[in-house]
C-alpha cells in the first residue's frame, strides 16, 4: 500500500517538482531544437546519436511524429495567416487557437496531402517506420507507467502535466498569442510577434516575431536583452562537436563615404529583408509618434492602434484593417507619402521575375525620391542605405 502512494523513489514534494520542471524543459527542448529548428528548417545539423535521443524523448513524452509535426510547421510558414495555415488566430480567432491548439493540429495532422507535400526529407529509418510512427501511444503510456513506478499515484498528475506541456504551451500559446500579442522587431509580413524576451519557459519560441524575420535562422534572439535557450543549448552541442549551425547572410554593413547604389548595395538589401524594413521602420519611429499625437487630439478612436497600422506589412492587412488605416492615412499628407515610399520599397523583394539590373534600377529610384522628400528621417535612411555594402 505504501508503494502506491510513494513509488519506488519514495520522493517528496519538492523533488517531484523538480522532476516535472526538468522533464517537461527537456521536451521544449526536442521541440524548439530538433522538431522546429533543426528538421523543419535545416538552420542546424545535429549529430544522429544527439538526434535519436531527442526524436525517442518526444515519442515518450508527445506521441507526436515527426513528418507530420515538421510538414504542418512548414505549411504554416508557406501560406502564414491566409487559407491554408492550419492554425493562424487571423483566420481562426485567437480564442480558438489557444483554446483548441491540439485539436487544430491532430486536424492537419489527417491531411495526408498536406503531410506529403511538406515532410520530406524527415527521418525515415526502420525504427521511424516500425516503433515511432506506428505506436504513438504507446510511447507516452510507458512514460506513464514510468511515473507511477517512481512516485505512486501523483505519478499520474506528473504525467498529466508532461503531456499538457507542449499542447498548451505549444499549439496553444506560441501559435495563438504568438500571431496576437507582444512586440514586433521586425515588420516581417506575417503577424508574428515576441511574446517575452526571455525565452526560457518554451525554448526561445517566445522570440517569435525574430523566428519568422529569420526562418532559416538558428538563434531566435537578436536584440542583447532577449534570451533564448535553444540556443545556448546548440552552442554547448556545437563546442562539442555534436552540431553544425548553417551560416545566414551577413548583416548590412555601412562604408564612410559610399553614395552609390550598386549590385553590392542590392544583394545586401535583398538577403536582409527583415533587418532592411526595421531599421526604417526605426528612423521613422519619431514622425509615426508626432504625426499620429496630433490624430489623437482630433479623433481619439481613429488614433488608437494607427502606428500598429503603419508598422504592418499593407499586403498582410485584413480588409478591415486596410480601410482603417486609408482613414488614417487620409488625416495626413506625410503620413500618406511615407507610406507609399515604404510599401514601394516592400516590393523589391517580391519582384521575383525581375533582372537584377531592373532591380538595381527600382532601388536607385526609391533612393533618389526618398531622398527627395520632405521628411528629414527618411532622407537620412536613403543616404544610409547606399552606404551598404
Known amino acids: ?48 546519436v544527439i538526434s535519436h535521443l531527442l526524436r525517442f524523448w518526444l515519442w515518450l513524452t508527445t506521441g507526436m511524429v515527426t513528418r507530420e509535426w515538421v510538414a504542418i510547421h512548414r505549411a504554416h510558414h508557406a501560406h502564414c495567416e491566409r487559407p491554408g495555415d492550419p492554425h493562424s488566430p487571423v483566420l481562426l480567432g485567437i480564442g480558438k487557437v489557444l483554446l483548441q491548439g491540439a485539436e487544430l493540429y491532430r486536424s492537419a495532422a489527417a491531411d495526408r496531402e498536406l503531410i506529403e507535400r511538406y515532410g520530406a526529407g524527415t527521418p525515415d529509418d526502420w525504427v521511424e517506420r516500425h516503433v515511432y510512427s506506428r505506436y504513438t501511444w504507446q510511447g507516452v503510456g510507458a512514460l506513464l507507467v514510468l511515473d507511477l513506478l517512481l512516485f505512486g499515484v501523483i505519478g499520474a498528475t506528473v504525467w498529466a502535466v508532461q503531456m499538457l506541456w507542449i499542447p498548451v504551451l505549444a499549439a496553444g500559446v506560441i501559435n495563438g498569442a504568438g500571431h496576437y500579442w507582444g512586440y514586433r522587431n521586425f515588420d516581417c509580413p506575417e503577424a508574428a510577434t515576441n511574446l517575452l524576451p526571455l525565452g526560457l ?40 562537436g555534436l552540431a553544425r549551425v548553417r551560416p545566414l547572410p551577413a548583416p548590412p554593413q555601412r562604408a564612410a563615404g559610399k553614395t552609390d547604389v550598386d549590385m553590392r548595395t542590392l544583394a545586401i538589401v535583398l538577403a536582409n529583408r527583415a533587418r532592411v524594413m526595421a531599421e526604417l521602420s526605426g528612423a521613422l519611429q519619431r514622425v509615426w509618434r508626432q504625426e499620429t499625437a496630433t490624430l489623437r487630439r482630433f479623433d481619439p478612436a481613429l488614433w488608437r492602434g494607427a502606428r500598429r497600422l503603419l508598422h504592418r506589412d ?62 528629414e528621417p527618411l532622407r537620412r535612411y536613403a543616404l544610409r542605405l547606399r552606404s551598404y555594402i
Open 314 to 375: 499593407p499586403g498582410y492587412l485584413s480588409g478591415e484593417q486596410a480601410h482603417r488605416l486609408q482613414q488614417v492615412l487620409a488625416h495626413s499628407e506625410l503620413l500618406r507619402h511615407i507610406h507609399e515610399l515604404r510599401s514601394e520599397l516592400a516590393t523589391l523583394w517580391r519582384r521575383s521575375h525581375a533582372s537584377p539590373e531592373q532591380l538595381l534600377e527600382t532601388l536607385k529610384s526609391w533612393c533618389a525620391r526618398a531622398e527627395a522628400s520632405a521628411c
Open 1 to 48: 500500500m505504501e508503494f502506491l502512494t510513494t513509488g519506488l523513489t519514495e520522493a517528496g514534494v519538492a523533488s517531484i517538482v523538480l522532476y516535472t520542471l526538468v522533464t517537461t524543459h527537456v521536451t521544449i527542448i526536442g521541440v524548439t531544437v530538433f522538431l522546429h529548428r533543426s528538421q523543419a528548417h535545416r538552420a542546424v545539423t545535429l549529430h544522429p
Open 201 to 240: 519557459l518554451i525554448g526561445g519560441e517566445e522570440l517569435h516575431n525574430n523566428h519568422h524575420a529569420f526562418a532559416s535562422s538558428a538563434r531566435m534572439s537578436v536584440k542583447w536583452y532577449e534570451f533564448d535557450a535553444g540556443w545556448l543549448y546548440i552552442c554547448l552541442l556545437r563546442a562539442l
